[in-house]
Antibody
Framework: QIQLVQSGPELKKPGESVKISCKAS????????MYWVKQAPGQGLQYMGW????????TYADDFKGRFVFFLETSASTAYLQINNLKNEDMATYFC????????????WGPGTMVTVSS | DVQMTQSLSYLAASPGESVSISCKAS??????LAWYQQKPGEAYKLLIY???TLQSGTPSRFSGSGSGTDFTLTIRSLEPEDFGLYYC?????????FGSGTKLEIK
C-alpha cells in the first residue's frame, strides 16, 4: 500500500538547521510530485512548495524562499526538507504529501514531523 | 493568491445527523476544490476532489457540491468516526491555499 513515512520529532535551537525526511513506498516515486505543507500550532495549513521527483527541481512558495531547501534521494524514494537558521516561527508540524503532475490535490499525506524551536 | 474561507470553525452534531460545511473562494476556481479530513494521530485523508468526486474509499455518506466560488461538504447520517477536522483546498492555481478548517465535534 502507498505510504509516506516521515522522520521523527525534532527539538532545535534558534539558528540551527533541521532535516526532515519523507520516505515513499508502494508506488513509483518519480511518477508524482512531492509537496510540503506547514501547520503551525493552532493554525491552518500553509503550502510551502514542491519538488519535481523526475528532475529534482524544487519550487518554493514566496514565504519559503531562502532558508528552506527541498531535495531528493531518488534511489531511496525519499524527499527531504531542510530548514536552515531556524527561527521561532518555524516551530510547526511539516507534512509531505503526494500530488499528481496536473491536478494538485494531495491523495496521500505523511503523518507530519513536529519541529520545536526553543532556546 | 486565492483566499479560501471556511466560515464555521466549529460545528457540533450528534451521530445520525447530517451536517454541511461550507468553503468559499475569493475568485472562481471552477471545480478545482478538494476536501480533507484530519483525525488526531492520523494522516490527512483526501475525501473529495474536483468539488464532488469521492476519492476511493470515501464512504458514500460524504458528498461535495459547488462550483465557481461556493462549495459544500455534506455528511449524511454522521458516524462516530466522522468527527474531526475538515479542510478545503483549491488547486486552481499556485500557491495552493487551504481553508482555515472546520472542527466537527460530537454534541
Amino acid at each position: 500500500q502507498i505510504q509516506l513515512v516521515q522522520s521523527g520529532p525534532e527539538l532545535k535551537k534558534p539558528g540551527e538547521s533541521v532535516k526532515i525526511s519523507c520516505k515513499a513506498s508502494g508506488y513509483t516515486f518519480t511518477n508524482y510530485g512531492m509537496y510540503w505543507v506547514k501547520q503551525a500550532p493552532g493554525q491552518g495549513l500553509q503550502y510551502m512548495g514542491w519538488i519535481n521527483t523526475e528532475t529534482g527541481k524544487p519550487t518554493y512558495a514566496d514565504d519559503f524562499k531562502g532558508r528552506f531547501v527541498f531535495f531528493l534521494e531518488t534511489s531511496a524514494s525519499t524527499a527531504y526538507l531542510q530548514i536552515n537558521n531556524l527561527k521561532n516561527e518555524d516551530m510547526a508540524t511539516y507534512f509531505c504529501a503526494r500530488c499528481d503532475w496536473y491536478y494538485w490535490y494531495f491523495d496521500f499525506w505523511g503523518p507530519g514531523t513536529m519541529v520545536t524551536v526553543s532556546s | 493568491d486565492v483566499q479560501m474561507t471556511q466560515s464555521l470553525s466549529y460545528l457540533a452534531a450528534s451521530p445520525g445527523e447530517s451536517v454541511s460545511i461550507s468553503c468559499k473562494a475569493s475568485k472562481s476556481i471552477s471545480n478545482y476544490l478538494a476536501w480533507y479530513q484530519q483525525k488526531p494521530g492520523e494522516a490527512y485523508k483526501l475525501l473529495i476532489y474536483s468539488g464532488s468526486t469521492l476519492q476511493s474509499g470515501t464512504p458514500s455518506r460524504f458528498s461535495g457540491s459547488g462550483s465557481g466560488t461556493d462549495f459544500t461538504l455534506t455528511i449524511r447520517s454522521l458516524e462516530p468516526e466522522d468527527f474531526g477536522l475538515y479542510y478545503c483546498q483549491q488547486y486552481y492555481e499556485k500557491p495552493l491555499t487551504f481553508g482555515s478548517g472546520t472542527k466537527l465535534e460530537i454534541k
